[in-house]
């Protein structure tokens, strides 16, 4: 019980850290968008780095947090984010997931796990030290 409640909390701050940097960066590019002559055709690159880049380091929150099974609790991030997302766009806009959005969150999945490897390690090298 103990166990699944650390997990549940390092999954909660994963999913946290991916919204508030994908909030930051939001903020950041439409003010860009606003202000500049750049077109969201131009910056597509750079919103798919900034989506990788926040899963990573949703990922490497979780796993930090619950400072083992990093690849799980990466993965249950990866998951939890892409319900959140998948709710928004079918409850907002009335879509489903495409086929090229399966191919980002299984990406998504991927880079969490790795940060989640990751963030448990980093973790536990701060306990030794």
Known sequence: MIEAKRWGIAVFYGVFAILLLAL???LVLSLLLRFTNLTEESLFWVITSLSFFAVF???VVSGGK???KGWLLGAMTAVMYTGIVLLFQFLGYG???SLESYLYHGGFLVTAMI???LGVNLSSSKRKA
Request: avoid cysteine; aromatic fraction near 0%.
């Open 24 to 26: 930051i960066g939001s």
């Open 57 to 59: 380091v949703g990922g």
């Open 66 to 68: 619950g400072k083992e």
């Open 95 to 97: 879509k489903t997931l």
């Open 115 to 117: 940060g989640g490897m």
